[in-house]
C-alpha cells in the first residue's frame, strides 16, 4: 500500500506530472487537457450523473455503477483526445478525511512525526480501519509548526483506480478538489481569508491566515430540492460565519474576504444570489483567479482540476 501513500503524499509536496485532470462528484464527472508547450487548456469536458452512480464515503463503497461511470469515463477521453496515458484524479472530498494540526516544535526525525501524527488522527477518528493510509505535509511558519494530513482507505481508492485501469488509464496522483482551489488564490494579496467549495452534498471551509492552511473542515448534506436552496444557504451561512469566529478567536487574526467555489450544474446563481445577501464578508468567486477562455458556469466547476494543474 505505500504506492497510495506516495500518491497522495506527491499530491501535497509537488505539482503532478500528468496534463490530464478528472473530477468525479456525486453529480458530474469533468476533465481537463493542458498543453504544457503551448501553456493553456486545449480540452475539457463536464457530463452529468445520474443520482446514485457515486455515493462519496469514507468507508463505504463508492461507485455503485460502475458500468455507467466507465462509458462517461470513455466518453470524457474521447472529448479530451487523450494522447498519454497517465493521469491525476481528484476523487470526492467525502472520500477522504483530512486535517490541519498545529504543535509548537516537532522532531526532526520523520518516524517520530509520524508517530505524532497518528496518535493526533486516531484521537479525531478512534475507529479508524486497518486499511487506512496517511500522508503528511509540513507547513513551518514564525510562530508554530503546522501539519496538513490526509487520509484514505485503500479499498476506496482503489475502486477509483481500477477503474480507470480498465480504461487503460494510469492515476499518477490523487488530489482533493478543495485544496487544488488554494493554488489559485493569489496569496500575498489574499493572506487571511475563507475559501469555500460547495458540492451537491458537500460543504468544504479552508482558512487561511498569514497565507498559510490554518484550518480545514468539511460538512456532509443531503442532496435537496430547488424548493429548500434557501435552507441550504442558511446552513452555509452558519457555518461560515462559525468557522470564521473560531478562527479570529484562536490566531488573532481577521478575515477578510470570502472565496467562494459552487460546483452545481443546477441552482448555482440562485444559491451564490442568496449568499451575498446573507453574508456581511465580501464574497468573490473563485473563477475570478482565472485567466483562461472558458465561459463562467465551465470556470466554476473546472476550477479544481486548473487549480490541480496550472
Known amino acids: 500500500m505505500n504506492a497510495l501513500l506516495d500518491r497522495i503524499k506527491d499530491y501535497f509536496t509537488q505539482r503532478p506530472i500528468p496534463h490530464s485532470v478528472f473530477q468525479i462528484s456525486s453529480n458530474y464527472l469533468s476533465g481537463i487537457r493542458f498543453s504544457a508547450k503551448e501553456g493553456k487548456i486545449k480540452n475539457y469536458f463536464i457530463l452529468p450523473l445520474d443520482k446514485g452512480v457515486i455515493e462519496p464515503s469514507f468507508s463505504k463503497k463508492n461507485i455503485k455503477n460502475p458500468d455507467l461511470l466507465e462509458k462517461k469515463i470513455r466518453e470524457g477521453m474521447e472529448r ?3 494522447s498519454e496515458h497517465n493521469i491525476a484524479c481528484l476523487i470526492p472530498e467525502l472520500s477522504l478525511q483530512s486535517f490541519v494540526f498545529s504543535f509548537d516544535s516537532l522532531p526532526a526525525s520523520r518516524l517520530e512525526r509520524e508517530k505524532i501524527i ?3 488522527i486516531k484521537k479525531q477518528m478512534p475507529m479508524l480501519p486497518d486499511d487506512a493510509r496517511f500522508s503528511f505535509y509540513l507547513i513551518r511558519s514564525n510562530k508554530s509548526e503546522k501539519m496538513l494530513a490526509a487520509v484514505a482507505r485503500a479499498s ?3 475502486e477509483y483506480e481500477e477503474l480507470f485501469s480498465k480504461l487503460r488509464l494510469k492515476v499518477r496522483t490523487i488530489g482533493v478538489p478543495t485544496l487544488s482551489l488554494f493554488n489559485l488564490i493569489e ?8 475559501l469555500i467549495s460547495i458540492e451537491e452534498d458537500s460543504l468544504c471551509l ?5 497565507s498559510e492552511i490554518v484550518l480545514y473542515r468539511l460538512k456532509s448534506y ?3 430540492s430547488e424548493a429548500n436552496v434557501s435552507g441550504f444557504v442558511g446552513n452555509i451561512v452558519k457555518e461560515i460565519e462559525n468557522t470564521v469566529n473560531f478562527v479570529e478567536d484562536r490566531e488573532r487574526e481577521r478575515v477578510h474576504s470570502v472565496w467562494i467555489r ?5 441552482n448555482d446563481e440562485k444559491m451564490l444570489r442568496l449568499l451575498k445577501e446573507r453574508l456581511s464578508f465580501p464574497l468573490k468567486g473563485i473563477e475570478a483567479c482565472l485567466n483562461v477562455e472558458l465561459g463562467l458556469q465551465e470556470k466554476k466547476i473546472l476550477s479544481p482540476l486548473i487549480g490541480q494543474i496550472l
Not at 496569496?187 to 475563507?194: G, V
Not at 479552508?206 to 498569514?210: E, F, G, K, L, P
Open 156 to 158: 476506496v481508492v482503489q
Open 262 to 266: 459552487v460546483g452545481l450544474l443546477e
Open 206 to 210: 479552508v482558512a487561511i491566515v498569514n
Open 80 to 82: 479530451l483526445s487523450l
Open 118 to 120: 497518528r496518535f493526533r
Open 187 to 194: 496569496k500575498d494579496k489574499e493572506k487571511n481569508s475563507l
Open 222 to 224: 443531503i442532496p435537496d
